[in-house]
């Protein structure tokens, strides 16, 4: 059983900037693909980001996309998401994911393992 668990949340002005980090449990999350989704109060969850195991291929939501960076460091079992020129609308608790299969994919449903969350508030 792979464990998540996120850090680096917080609250940040429009066009500020945070990192956020997701810690596995296990050393198998080196052959996984690891990702971020998120959720805002009353909408539904959306895919932010994922990068497969040897970290040179990554998909972005387009609302994301030039602005977060994901990116992975094996060693440390570790996933960042850098998060730059936050807008208002990035505000909601951002969830890490693990999937099992080197495949990134949009889906929520394809992930086998989520973290407890961190909360994202964007301030206008």
């Known amino acids: 059983q792979v464990q998540l668990v996120e850090s680096g949340g917080g609250l940040v002005q429009a066009g500020g900037s945070l990192r956020l980090s997701c810690v596995a449990s296990?050393?198998?999350?080196?052959?996984?693909?690891m990702g971020w989704f998120r959720q805002a109060p009353g909408k539904e969850r959306e895919f932010v980001a994922a990068i497969n195991w040897s970290g040179d291929s990554a998909d972005y939501a387009d609302s994301v996309k030039g602005r977060f960076t994901i990116s992975r460091d094996n060693t440390k079992s570790t996933v960042w998401l850098q998060m730059n020129s936050l807008k208002p609308d990035d505000t909601a608790s951002y969830y890490c994911v693990c999937r099992r299969i080197n495949s990134v994919v949009r889906v929520a449903s394809y992930y086998n393992y989520w973290g407890q969350g961190t909360q994202v508030t964007v301030s206008s």
């Open positions: 296990e050393r198998t999350f080196i052959t996984n693909v």
